[in-house]
């Protein structure tokens, strides 16, 4: 995995809110009639089923359950106008 893995999906999010193409899932997030709601239930679904994978020990499903909350937390700072560098800004104050 390259280092800039996440500045990349973050681009592609980014467009996706940009242009809205039909077949996209990420753009679907930004037009849902539920409007963040749908970002936010959907977090809160994968966070459930990293918690049962962890309490089951099952690291495959623990990574990739991991990389859904990743993936909607980057839709989610997308849909309140922030990016990348206000993530990294909040956890470098924190080391």
Known sequence: MTDDVLDELFAVIEDRKENLPEDSYTASLFDHEKGENAVLEKLGEE???????????????IAHESADIVYHLLVLLAMKDMD???LRDELAERR
Do not use: F, V
Request: proline share 0%.
């Open 84 to 86: 990348l560098a206000d």
């Open 47 to 61: 966070t459930t089923e990293l918690l049962l994978a962890a309490k089951d020990d099952d690291r495959e499903e």
